[in-house]
């Protein structure tokens, strides 16, 4: 099956390119959502991570306390290793199995650190999301709520913008407004499906 990997920082707008390309029928597997897949309370992958940094990671009820993981990993570079350690292996093969089942003309795997996990090379092509830091940190804390200087260390610890565009095969502007990124998306599913098609009739 043909393969499009897209990243983007955060606040970039991932998720409306997916859904909107999902929607004219690509197959989508969003690595955030099977990470919330594999870490709903009770699992064996939340286990571990209270297992590791402790009871504290957790709500009464047993779920993940997202904020206290996050403020544990960004201030404790090691935490944080420790904390990819686990998720990362268990989201590529839960992610690998969801491709594998896919019927879908192509598939687009949704990776926020695409490069930062190597896993560029699982796809044809590297669709980058774009948009100005000002943009990012403004959208992100509309959405989140997150203080101005958490969102910058967030936006630190992930490649670089310029780093992303130039490992880009496909760039998207996502700083405009919904009509405006429905006009980039359609070209885009276009080129895809005959890429996809291409490859297929070279099988064939």
Do not use: W
Not at 74 to 84: C, H, I, S, V
Not at 174 to 193: K, M, T, V
């Amino acid at each position: 099956m043909f393969v499009v990997a897209l990243t983007g920082g955060i606040g970039c707008g991932k998720s409306s390119v997916s859904d909107r390309l999902g929607a004219l029928g690509a197959g989508i597997v969003d690595t955030d959502l099977l990470s919330r897949e594999l870490t709903v309370a009770g699992s064996p992958v939340l286990a571990r991570i209270a297992a590791t940094f402790g009871d504290g990671m957790l709500h009464a009820d047993g779920a993940l306390d997202r904020a206290a993981l996050r403020q544990c990993v960004f201030k404790n570079p090691d935490a944080r290793t420790q904390l990819e350690s686990i998720l990362h292996p268990a989201i590529k093969t839960l992610m690998l199995e969801r491709l594998a089942r896919l019927t879908t003309p192509y598939a687009v795997l949704v990776i926020p650190l695409l490069f930062e996990t190597g896993q560029q090379t699982l796809a044809d092509r590297v669709l980058v999301v774009d948009v100005p830091e000002s943009i990012q940190i403004e959208r992100v804390r509309r959405r989140s709520g997150l203080p101005e200087d958490e969102i910058r260390r967030i936006i630190a610890s992930q490649t670089p913008r310029h780093e992303r565009l130039a490992r880009a095969d496909d760039r998207l502007d996502n700083s405009g407004d919904p009509a405006a990124l429905d006009a980039l998306i359609q070209p885009l599913h276009a080129r895809y499906l005959l890429l996809a098609d291409m490859r297929h009739t070279q099988k064939v």
